[in-house]
């Protein structure tokens, strides 16, 4: 009777701290109504880091005179500028920032936005008349964050090179209840140096900080409310009692068969 007690008191616990997350705890931009409008103060475009790798693709109406500065796999279809081609060598930008081009030599790219690089890569062609007309595409080819929680971590790969830290949640498949979600962190590496800061996504103050907009190889840490590890823990002592009171009714049932056998 008194195990029946207990295991009881243990699960009516255990659902009243699973009631008591509230819909403030969780939700997203609670200080947002019908047609809130924030003003957005951070442009959001990526910038080139050291280590970022760049597909760089140089064309122009004369395929002749903008073969000499790409990179490609023999035996590929050479780029015409209608978007065929495909498996071009990509450029690592090194540990001061620079890339080296065909041709061109070194271009600093550090800082850089992709449109301001092709902007750069287009004029020094124009200015050294190698090509009159050309052509400059610019892409990340490793465009990722990461995501690390209780449950492990995994690389989100963003297919559009521009990724917010809302977005992320979302690529990340959102957040379960017993994340704390006031201390999200963004983690990245500026000037040589690991910088966090943390992010709350129910306040829309989130739009104005600036690692709202995430880089590339960011990293996006979670941390649990101390009642996870409570229920956890709450739901093993469950199992644990369970098996206790499986064997000690079935010790009682033993005893009562030997009491009567011995009666009779």
Request: charged residues 20%; proline residues 3%; hydrophobic residues 40%.
């Amino acid at each position: 009777m008194k195990l029946t007690t207990i295991l009881c008191t243990v699960a009516a616990a255990a659902v009243a701290l699973t009631s008591c997350v509230t819909t403030k705890q969780v939700a997203y931009l609670q200080d947002m109504t019908h047609e809130s409008q924030i003003e957005l103060e951070n442009k959001f475009e990526a910038v080139i880091s050291p280590y970022d790798e760049l597909t760089i693709i140089v064309s122009s109406f004369d395929k002749e005179l903008a073969e000499p500065f790409n990179l490609f796999h023999s035996g590929q279809t050479y780029y015409s500028g209608n978007g065929n081609g495909s498996n071009y060598l990509g450029y690592l930008v090194d540990q001061y920032g620079n890339i080296e081009m065909p041709v061109l030599g070194t271009i600093h790219a550090a800082g850089l936005t992709r449109l301001k690089l092709q902007d750069r890569i287009k004029s020094m062609l124009i200015e050294k008349e190698y090509i009159t007309d050309p052509y400059v595409m610019v892409r990340f080819q490793n465009f990722k964050v990461f995501f690390l929680g209780s449950n492990g971590g995994k690389a989100i790969s963003i297919p559009n090179e521009r990724c917010t830290f809302l977005e992320a949640l979302a690529l990340s498949g959102d957040l379960n209840v017993f994340t704390n979600r006031n201390k999200i962190a963004v983690m990245r590496e500026v000037d040589g140096k690991m910088v966090m800061r943390f992010l709350d996504p129910r306040s829309s103050k989130v739009f104005d900080d600036p690692f709202f907009m995430l880089q590339q190889n960011d990293f996006i840490i979670t941390r649990d409310r101390g009642y996870k590890n409570f229920m956890e823990s709450t739901s093993q002592a469950l199992t644990v009692l369970g098996y206790v009171s499986t064997l000690a009714s079935f010790a009682t049932l033993i005893t009562s068969i030997v009491l009567l056998t011995q009666r009779k």
